[in-house]
Every structure is written in C-alpha cells, then in structure tokens.
C-alpha cells in the first residue's frame, strides 16, 4: 500500500482536528496540524511583546520557531522551544491572533518549508486552511471539510465547556473565517481537486469512514479491506 499525503482543509470548528485525529490513526499516518503552527507563532510573538499587525516581527518569530509535536495518549501535544504549550495557543485570544499573524505573506513564506518538512515521505495526514491549495498541491487526496455556521459555534462551545458563550463564539468563528478567507495569499478555498464534505448531518464516525474509503482507493488499496 502506498502511503500518500492526506490533506483536510476548511473553516474553524468543521470538525478538522477530530477528522484528522481519527484518520491518521485509523490509517496508521502520521497527523500535521498546521493550525498549531500558526497559533505557536502568535503566542510566542504576544510574550515577545510583538503586535500581531507587525508582519516583519512575526515574521521573523516564524522562521526562528521551534516547534515539536508529541502524541500523549490520545493528545496531539505542541512544544515550542521544549515548552508545552499545546493549552496556551487554543485561547479564544491566540485563536484570533494566529489568524491575525497567518494573514502576513513573509509568515506564511517562512512556514512554507517547515510545512513541507514536517509532511515528508508521505504517510500523513495534514489539516489546515491551504494544505490542499498550497503546502502540499500534490497531494493524492485532498478534503475541504465544513459545516453550517451555527453547528460549528455549538461544538466549539461544547469544546470550551462551562466559560464557552455560544453568540461570542459565533462571532468569533465568522470574524475569523472572514480573514481567513478573504485574505491575499493562500485564502482558505478548497482545491480544485478536493472532496467536499458537509460534517453537519453526518456524525464523526461516518465523516472519518467516507474519507478512509477514499483514501484507500487513491493509495491503491480495494475499499473495504
Ligand atoms: O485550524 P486552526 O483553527 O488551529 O488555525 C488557526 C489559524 O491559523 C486560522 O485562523 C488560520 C490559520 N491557518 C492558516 O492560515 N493556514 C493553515 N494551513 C492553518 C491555519
């Protein structure tokens, strides 16, 4: 069996990271959260004092990060510089200045190769807003996974527990795919080539099955085996 680049690209809360999460292991890939990436530039450029508006800094802060991902138990962990920052960069704040930061042309040039790095060899399943379109345009299998908007504030909050405001999530979650979107380079679209998926009427388990069907067959292997 061939082991292929897997890429799943769409808005904030569609289900990526828990799609992605269940592929990978089902599939025995490897996962890149590209989001993580993205959010570990902006909380280190916030603690350097570094205004999320000022694209050279976080620039820089981009091509100087080192960062590492480590599966604990069933957690995909983040470290920066050795530190575990994996709660730190998913605040509501850091979520809007990791979208703040993605916006800058010379941040997402510096974590271009990074991408590409972390993504070598195949055997991956990557997540993201460009992954199809960008990072990896090759890739033998290319998502775009969305859901309403509404349903998509609902399990953010769910995510968020107790302190989770279901109207200020909402507003959040359209502010963010706004830019996200709307921005000049690498705006969140799927590739032309990407299988659209709807998670709203479909549970996790029937999205994480329909993808592995596809991916089966584009790395050669007969569906259902
Ligand atoms: O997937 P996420 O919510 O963790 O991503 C955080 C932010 O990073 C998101 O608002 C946009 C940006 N991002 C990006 O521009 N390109 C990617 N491939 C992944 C994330």
Redesign the pocket.
Known sequence: MRRIVVTIDGP?GAG?STVAKQLARRLGYRLLD???I??AVALVAHRRGIAWTDAEACAEVARALDITFDFVGDKNHVFVSGEDVSGAIRTPEN?QG??QV?AHPPVRAALLDLQRRLGEGGGVVVE????GTV?FPQAQAKFFLTATEEERARRRVAELGSGGDYEKTLREIRE?DQR?ASRDV?PMKPAEDAVLVDSSTQTIEQVVENLARVVEERAGVTAGR
């Open positions: 904030a990526k590209t989001g993580a993205y959010r979520s990791a979208s993605s993201g807003r460009d992954t990072v963010r996200d690498a």
